[in-house]
Structure formats: structure tokens, C-alpha cells
């Protein structure tokens, strides 16, 4: 059985960081890149970072580029989001997701259920 669990949610100041963990199981961790999206209230669900399985190569949106940095360690096949220097627009909650390549995001293949991460002014 795929499981792909969240941690390290929770209330932070703006300016603070986080670290959320996605510890993955039931699958081949090399075989998928493993990512990060966010939903906002009354937004779409938003890619904001992913690593290639295989590779280990990185993507970063726009608007995350320069404060959200991602890692795993593949001995525990747990992926990292390293987030600094929060701000109030990074409110949402973060899912961890697994897919062989996130070309398509309207069918990736796997979901976390999810951790809250609120950002206060």
C-alpha cells in the first residue's frame, strides 16, 4: 500500500521557517519524484517543488524560488520542504505527492493527506 504521511505543519510568525516531512512507503522511492503542493483557501492546488526520483534534479515555482528548499534522505525515503522566511500568501495546506514525472497535473499518482501551515502578519 502506497503511504505517503506529512509533518512539521503548524503556526508561524512571518519571517519564520518550517520543515515539513513526507516519509514515503509502499513503492519504489527511486522510481518517482516526489513533490510538494500547496492549496490556499479558496485556491486551485499549486505545484511549488518537486525532485526527480532518479536524478535527484529540482524544481522550484516562481514564487517560491530563493525560500522553499527541497531534500530527501533516501535511506528512510523521507523527502524534506525547507521553508524560510515565511510569509501570510504561504498560508495553505502543503501535500506531499509521488508521480514518475508531474508532466501531467491534473493525474499524478499519489497523494499525502496533507499538513496545515498558517502564517501570521
Known amino acids: 500500500e502506497v503511504q505517503l504521511v506529512e509533518s512539521g505543519g503548524g503556526l508561524v510568525q512571518a519571517g519564520g521557517s518550517l520543515r515539513l516531512s513526507c516519509a514515503a512507503s509502499?513503492?519504489?522511492?527511486?522510481?518517482?519524484?516526489i513533490g510538494w503542493f500547496r492549496q490556499a483557501p479558496g485556491k486551485g492546488r499549486e505545484l511549488v517543488s518537486f525532485?526527480?526520483?532518479?536524478?535527484?534534479?529540482?524544481y522550484y515555482a516562481d514564487s517560491v524560488k530563493g525560500r522553499f528548499t527541497i531534500s530527501s534522505d533516501n535511506a528512510s525515503n523521507t523527502v524534506f520542504l525547507q521553508i524560510d522566511s515565511l510569509e501570510p500568501e504561504d498560508t495553505a495546506v502543503y501535500y506531499c505527492?509521488?508521480?514518475?514525472?508531474?508532466?501531467?497535473?491534473?493525474?499524478?499518482?499519489?497523494w499525502g493527506q496533507g499538513t496545515q501551515v498558517t502564517v501570521s502578519s
Open positions: 509502499g513503492f519504489t522511492f527511486d522510481d518517482y519524484a
Open positions: 505527492a509521488a508521480d514518475p514525472s508531474f508532466e501531467n497535473l491534473y493525474s499524478v499518482g499519489y
Open positions: 525532485m526527480g526520483g532518479s536524478d535527484g534534479t529540482t
